[in-house]
């Protein structure tokens, strides 16, 4: 393959029974004419049981593989850098759309000037002075201000995901966001100023699979715990530390959204809570005393959220 003809940018989607809505990403990919040949589409099905298949026979620019069983969603999502032929790599959940006419462009542009870049945030971050800032190591934590754990948010350089073992992630619903961790004390990474991705307005208003019945909150507690294992990464204490207080200073507003949505209080996920928060005098006096609250009455405070500033 010459040079001109290479792979840069792998557009990968993870989807499972996706079909109502995975023809608003697609059709939000926009490849210029000229770069055709620098940018490739797969979606890595993860043995979905609607009509996606006969759905993406219609796009003949998609690459499409099926996996023969459910691998769940962290092996599906490693299953497209498996796949990728790509310098990077784009995830992009079926349930979300690419913003603007010319982000393939900006991003290619980023991706051949500069080969020391591991990672590009596209999910916007505004108080950028110019389009897109290169920061350094933990920095670019501190100005996305961690708002870059969204599947689709970042781009990342596939030999470094490959190099990270991630498997480490499998799991956990977060591998996506774990390999970035990891990645990040060495390579720069580039945040873009204006968005350049979106969540579908189809699917804005419909419940998430992963938050049924208020289970959103446990897959808060395994991120939390790829938190834990910051400092083997090599980040600071001090920072591990501040990054779940990031997660833990909307506990109870979330704890009483879950309740509210019908979680269920194992004593699984009371020790969780116990082994990640215990060193914190808030989490004894707040978070634990809602988490044992009736049901009932988290629901009515859910209810009557905008009186008790709960949104």
């Known amino acids: 393959m010459s040079e001109s003809s290479k792979v840069i940018l792998t557009i990968g989607i993870p989807v499972y029974n996706g079909a109502k809505f995975i023809g608003d990403a697609l059709n939000s990919i926009f490849i210029p004419p000229g770069y055709e040949n620098k940018v490739e589409i797969l979606v890595s099905d993860n043995c979905s049981t609607d009509n996606i298949e006969e759905l993406l026979g219609h796009y003949k620019n998609v690459k499409y593989f099926k996996n023969s069983q459910n691998l769940g969603y962290d092996k599906n999502v490693h299953n497209i850098f498996l796949n990728a032929r790509g310098i990077f790599v784009w995830t992009l959940a079926a349930d979300d759309i690419i913003c603007g006419s010319e982000a393939i462009v900006e991003v290619l542009n980023i991706i051949e000037n500069d080969q020391e870049i591991g990672i590009i945030h596209v999910g916007g971050c505004p108080i950028l002075k110019s ?20 599947v689709s948010s970042n781009i990342i350089r596939k030999n470094a995901w490959l190099a990270s073992n991630p498997s480490d992630f499998f ?19 580039v945040i873009f100023k204006k968005q350049l991705i979106a969540e579908s307005p189809a699917t804005i208003n419909l419940l998430k699979s992963w938050d049924t019945n208020g289970n959103g909150l446990n897959l808060v507690l395994k991120l939390v715990n790829i938190f834990n294992e910051m400092e083997s990464f090599g980040y600071s204490k001090s920072f ?4 779940k207080m990031i997660i833990k200073k909307d506990y109870p507003k979330a704890i009483i959204k879950a309740k509210a949505n019908g979680l269920v ?6 020790y969780d809570f116990i ?37």
């Open 131 to 150: 389009n897109y800032t290169i920061y350094e190591s933990e920095f670019f934590l501190e100005v996305s201000n961690f708002n870059s754990g969204a």
């Open 171 to 189: 799991d956990t619903g977060w591998i996506h966001f774990g390999v970035v961790l990891k990645i990040i004390p060495d390579f720069k990474s």
């Open 240 to 243: 591990k530390r501040r990054a």
């Open 265 to 270: 209080v194992t004593r699984q996920l009371i």
């Open 275 to 311: 082994k990640l928060y215990k060193e914190y005098l808030t989490f004894w006096l707040i978070d634990l005393p809602i988490l044992f609250l009736p049901n009932i009455v988290c629901k009515f405070i859910y209810k009557n959220r905008n009186r008790f500033t709960i949104k």
